[in-house]
């Protein structure tokens, strides 16, 4: 029969967003033309992130200024996680006019909930009119007429994005909603994080594996069943990254075609103020990894033992930020100015500049402590207290705006700068969550976060591999661990293809701290591995 499936494979920093938003606005106009508005256009945008969907929601809004798009802006409604627009929804542009949600209504004594109008508070009612919504799979479960006696129509084109992260029952509420000739647009990354799935499935004798996700799901059904279909495009000029930084995915998962879009982004370095004579031992590392010639730096840390190592590489942390803080620069006109204030520096004040600095961990219990760490450095470093702001509320806002996150927070953003730190160094614990330490998909998505400059810092025997780990290996976890293994080789190889490089192995570093009112220091070795 008739496909009626596309599915768009979309690595990092390849516009997916901008790529749906034109494809909208494309099949919006296409429709209206041909139908001669006899009969309205509806479109769904679902995804399990209310901040996908916003994005899309927005990039749409930004597209449709001139005049003759402005039935495409009109057509626009988001539905909202309750009446009052929660965090999730603060950075929607529409008005309320375009606001949904939720309200109970009893009909023959079945209690439904129907969607209502943020401005008035009258029912929504589609009625003859367009409409381009963005809700989650679950919502359309709630309000879809098929499913629940709701009132959102049948849909033109439904797309999922962010679809490696939807599961396929729960893509299935939204593409229910889907008119029998319509069309599916699934938009995701298999290479990025996937579905949460508690428990492992034995998928026997390589069988569809219907407990993951949607997009799993239809690449593995067109493989089998429609070999010769070509649903599958895949997005390959990166908008996002300087060429040394995606350089390691192309090479490791997406091939030769994954490319910046041309010499500007792939040549982008970092705008850096005039840095310090080193006045110590960590000054001199700190200017090394720093240097704008080289984007790409991978630091492997040793410690004598497990904490000083973990001190040590938060310290080297602390350097790190505070010198991007204090060098870091961005144009404003003809000048080059700093980050200021703080929140600016982090990201969260202005949509126009890329935020400077965010710091990537696997765990929130490491996430937390180094937020903390971080925030007595900047607190008096930023010297931002307000006008009667107490002790106690400076120090919150503070600890606020400091961004250190999982790549769950991360994927979907970008920074000037990143900073990707592991907090690991003892082998029975990386022995213990293997699968997630070594996980591809989630170092993937950490090291392509930055525009200009990735600071990896990995434990030194992050690639010696130990029995338990070998014994319990799988496909998914041999994959990581060949990942993992292969970024230090690929850091000390020099080529034409992957840029020159600089090694400098088993360096002193030294961390100083008091204890007892006596002057003491960690002391360990670390390896930078930079390539321009």
Same mark, same amino acid.
């Given at each position: 029969?008739?496909?009626?499936?596309?599915?768009?494979?979309?690595?990092?920093?390849?516009?997916?967003?901008?790529?749906?938003?034109?494809?909208?606005?494309?099949?919006?106009?296409?429709?209206?033309?041909?139908?001669?508005?006899? !009969?309205?256009?509806?479109?769904?945008?679902?995804?399990?992130?209310?901040?996908?969907?916003?994005?899309?929601?927005?990039?749409?809004?930004?597209?449709?200024?001139?005049?003759?798009?402005?039935?495409?802006?009109?057509?626009?409604?988001?539905?909202?996680?309750?009446?009052?627009?929660?965090?999730?929804?603060?950075?929607?542009?529409?008005?309320?006019?375009?606001?949904?949600?939720? =309200?109970?209504?009893?009909?023959?004594?079945?209690?439904?909930?129907?969607?209502?109008? +943020?401005?008035?508070?009258?029912?929504?009612?589609?009625?003859?009119?367009?409409?381009?919504?963005?809700?989650?799979?679950?919502?359309?479960?709630?309000?879809?007429?098929?499913?629940?006696?709701?009132?959102?129509?049948?849909?033109?084109?439904?797309?999922?994005?962010?679809?490696?992260?939807?599961?396929?029952?729960?893509?299935?509420?939204?593409?229910?909603?889907?008119?029998?000739?319509?069309?599916?647009?699934?938009?995701?990354?298999?290479?990025?994080?996937?579905?949460?799935?508690?428990?492992?499935? *034995?998928?026997?004798?390589?069988?569809?594996?219907?407990?993951?996700?949607?997009?799993?799901?239809?690449? %593995?059904?067109? #493989?089998?069943?429609?070999?010769?279909?070509?649903?599958?495009?895949?997005?390959?000029?990166? &908008?996002?990254?300087?060429?040394?930084?995606?350089?390691?995915?192309? +090479?490791?998962?997406?091939?030769?075609?994954?490319?910046? &879009?041309?010499?500007? *982004?792939?040549?982008? =370095?970092?705008?850096?103020?005039?840095?310090?004579?080193?006045?110590?031992?960590?000054?001199?590392?700190?200017?090394?990894?720093?240097?704008?010639?080289?984007? /790409?730096?991978?630091?492997? /840390?040793?410690?004598?033992?497990?904490?000083?190592?973990?001190?040590?590489? @938060?310290?080297?942390?602390?350097?790190? #930020?505070?010198?991007?803080?204090?060098?870091?620069? %961005?144009?404003?006109?003809?000048?080059?100015?700093? %980050?200021?204030?703080?929140?600016?520096?982090?990201?969260?004040?202005?949509?126009?500049?890329?935020?400077?600095?965010?710091?990537?961990?696997?765990?929130?219990?490491?996430?937390?402590?180094?937020?903390?760490?971080? @925030?007595?450095?900047?607190?008096? /470093?930023?010297?931002?207290?307000?006008?009667?702001?107490?002790?106690?509320?400076?120090?919150?806002?503070?600890?606020?705006?400091?961004?250190?996150?999982?790549?769950?927070?991360?994927?979907?953003? !970008?920074?000037?700068?990143?900073?990707?730190?592991?907090?690991?160094?003892?082998?029975?614990?990386?022995? $213990?969550?293997?699968?997630?330490?070594? #996980?591809?998909?989630?170092?993937?998505?950490?090291?392509?976060?930055?525009? $200009?400059?990735?600071?990896?810092?990995?434990?030194?025997?992050?690639?010696?591999?130990?029995?338990?780990?070998?014994?319990? #290996?799988?496909? @998914?976890?041999?994959?990581?661990?060949?990942?993992?293994?292969?970024?230090?080789?690929?850091?000390?190889?020099?080529?034409?293809?992957?840029?020159?490089?600089?090694?400098?192995?088993?360096?002193?570093?030294?961390?100083?701290?008091?204890?007892?009112?006596?002057?003491?220091?960690?002391?360990?070795?670390?390896?930078?591995?930079? +390539?321009?």
């Amino acid at each position: 029969g008739k496909i009626q499936d596309t599915i768009i494979q979309g690595p990092p920093g390849t516009g997916k967003t901008d790529f749906i938003a034109r494809s909208v606005i494309a099949v919006y106009r296409f429709l209206s033309a041909r139908r001669r508005d006899e !009969e309205p256009v509806r479109i769904l945008l679902t995804s399990n992130s209310h901040a996908a969907i916003i994005n899309i929601i927005n990039k749409i809004y930004e597209m449709t200024t001139d005049v003759e798009l402005r039935d495409i802006r009109n057509a626009l409604y988001k539905v909202l996680l309750n009446k009052s627009i929660s965090d999730a929804d603060v950075r929607l542009r529409l008005d309320e006019e375009h606001l949904l949600y939720e =309200k109970a209504k009893t009909t023959d004594n079945i209690r439904r909930y129907k969607l209502h109008i +943020k401005a008035n508070d009258v029912e929504f009612e589609p009625d003859n009119n367009p409409i381009i919504i963005g809700l989650t799979p679950w919502k359309c479960y709630d309000h879809g007429s098929l499913w629940s006696g709701g009132n959102l129509p049948e849909f033109d084109m439904v797309i999922i994005d962010e679809s490696s992260q939807v599961s396929l029952s729960a893509a299935f509420m939204a593409i229910g909603l889907r008119k029998a000739e319509g069309r599916t647009v699934i938009v995701g990354d298999d290479d990025q994080l996937s579905a949460i799935v508690q428990g492992n499935y *034995i998928v026997e004798n390589h069988d569809v594996d219907v407990y993951h996700s949607v997009l799993d799901y239809y690449r %593995y059904y067109y #493989s089998k069943n429609h070999p010769d279909e070509n649903v599958v495009c895949m997005l390959s000029e990166n &908008f996002r990254m300087n060429e040394a930084l995606l350089g390691y995915s192309a +090479k490791k998962i997406y091939g030769p075609r994954y490319t910046s &879009f041309n010499d500007g *982004i792939g040549g982008q =370095k970092l705008r850096l103020g005039t840095q310090n004579d080193p006045e110590e031992n960590i000054d001199y590392i700190v200017n090394l990894i720093m240097d704008e010639d080289y984007p /790409l730096v991978v630091c492997y /840390l040793k410690g004598r033992r497990t904490h000083e190592q973990i001190a040590i590489e @938060k310290y080297l942390i602390r350097k790190l #930020s505070m010198s991007l803080y204090n060098r870091m620069r %961005y144009p404003d006109g003809d000048r080059l100015v700093p %980050y200021r204030p703080l929140v600016k520096f982090f990201g969260g004040q202005d949509d126009n500049i890329t935020p400077a600095l965010g710091i990537v961990v696997p765990h929130n219990s490491y996430k937390d402590n180094l937020r903390y760490v971080l @925030k007595e450095d900047f607190k008096d /470093l930023a010297n931002e207290r307000g006008e009667g702001e107490t002790d106690e509320d400076y120090e919150r806002r503070i600890l606020d705006t400091i961004l250190v996150g999982t790549v769950d927070k991360l994927q979907g953003q !970008e920074r000037e700068a990143i900073i990707v730190s592991y907090g690991i160094a003892d082998v029975d614990q990386i022995n $213990k969550e293997a699968e997630f330490i070594y #996980s591809r998909n989630r170092l993937n998505v950490a090291i392509t976060r930055a525009k $200009k400059k990735m600071i990896v810092i990995l434990p030194d025997n992050f690639a010696e591999y130990t029995l338990e780990i070998l014994m319990k #290996s799988n496909n @998914k976890l041999e994959e990581g661990i060949d990942f993992v293994a292969g970024l230090r080789e690929y850091m000390r190889t020099a080529d034409h293809n992957s840029g020159n490089t600089s090694v400098s192995e088993n360096m002193e570093i030294i961390m100083p701290y008091r204890e007892d009112n006596m002057e003491r220091e960690y002391r360990g070795s670390i390896s930078i591995y930079r +390539k321009q």
